[in-house]
């Protein structure tokens, strides 16, 4: 498990960085690779290869953990490009975590969540 706390009193300071860090291929026999998450409002686009397998994300609660971005077709993003976190990777959870796209409706098509991933589970989160 890491841990990611912008404050420097984690194991990273963003999330995209504690993914990229986590090992490739987990196998289903080694268990989850945990990624905590502490309270605080990300701003970052979060995007899991499709090597980053069982991978589990938890927060510490609903808007506590908030995941956000902006992105969206009337800034020049497709619409499966603009997702906030884009998980890819099978086995994904996620777990106590606030997912945003603060685009807006004036901003016409905007995505908060992207998931490709088989066997992915969203537990207590909100979109």
Not at 2 to 26: E, K, M
Not at 40 to 53: D, F, G, L, Q
Not at 64 to 80: L, Q
Request: aromatic fraction near 12%; glycine fraction near 10%; hydrophobic fraction near 40%.
């Amino acid at each position: 498990m890491v841990v990611v706390n912008p404050n420097g009193s984690g194991n990273f300071s963003t999330i995209n960085a504690a993914v990229a860090a986590t090992p490739n291929n987990t196998g289903t026999q080694n268990g989850y690779f945990v990624i905590y998450v502490t309270v605080e409002i990300y701003e970052e686009y979060v995007s899991t290869a499709s090597n980053k397998k069982n991978l589990m994300m938890i927060g510490d609660g609903i808007n506590r953990t908030i995941i956000t971005g902006n992105r969206s077709v009337a800034d020049g993003w497709t619409t499966y490009s603009s997702p906030t976190f884009a998980v890819v990777g099978n086995g994904f959870v996620a777990m106590n975590i606030t997912f945003g796209n603060t685009a807006g409706a004036i901003k016409k098509q905007a995505v908060a969540v992207r998931s490709g991933s088989d066997l992915s589970t969203f537990y207590n989160c909100s979109f």
